[in-house]
């Protein structure tokens, strides 16, 4: 429901989302923050996984013993 609602929106949207669906779905342009600086790429998430092979990573905290 968020998704087609958002889908139907002509003006410029910035979201961030651990939901690969969702970034899949509604994004046309990715910027990547990293410690070296921005990465843009011109494509949705989907382009950017292919080109990358970088999934989002999971929210979860790992526990170091």
């Known amino acids: ?8 929106f002509e003006g410029t949207m910035l ?4 939901d690969r669906h969702f970034l899949a779905a509604l ?3 990715l910027l990547e923050l990293t410690p070296e ?5 011109g494509g949705g998430y989907t382009e950017y ?13 790992k526990a170091s013993v």
């Open 27 to 29: 994004s046309n342009r």
């Open 49 to 61: 996984v292919a080109r990358t092979g970088q999934e989002a990573r999971d929210c979860g905290v």
């Open 37 to 41: 600086g921005p990465h843009q790429f």
């Open 1 to 8: 429901m968020l998704i087609n609602a958002l889908s139907e």
């Open 15 to 18: 979201f961030v989302s651990h």
